[in-house]
């Protein structure tokens, strides 16, 4: 170390912890991040079973026999993206463009009824300290 200078050896300043207490401390955290984790367990089994079953009754319904896999919905995206580059969607009937609004007035439907059940009403969202008294 002769042949260094005291003044070109870095040094940390303001140093705070030390590498024991910044593993404790990192332990802490893991344990912390692990213990949350585990209380997330449980509610999401839960509603991922509820949402299987729901599925699974829509499809029921519905008379699905199969769920359409992702390789299909890959290709009908592909031909969705080459009839728009050709022309080919100029072609479209009546009946199919009525179709497709009316799915995608369902879709819209579905959204409003869950921005409702979010909301807890209705009509706008209950804000505490609004000046109107809780009343919309």
Known sequence: MSFLKRSMIPFRRFAST??????AKAKAAASSIGARLQGF???LIYYGRVGVEFVSQ??????LTSFPNIGEAQQGMA?????????EWKKVTVRQSLTFAAEGAKIYG???VG??????????????????????
Request: hydrophobic fraction near 35%; charge should be neutral; aromatic fraction near 8%.
């Open 110 to 112: 579905f959204f409003l």
């Open 79 to 87: 031909n969705f993206i080459k009839a728009l580059q050709n022309g």
């Open 115 to 136: 921005e409702m059940v979010g909301r807890g009403s209705i009509i706008g969202y209950n804000i505490e300290g609004s000046g109107h008294g809780g009343h919309h």
């Open 58 to 63: 829509v499809a029921s319904h519905q008379r």
């Open 18 to 23: 030390t590498s024991g207490d910044a593993a």
């Open 41 to 43: 367990a449980s509610p």
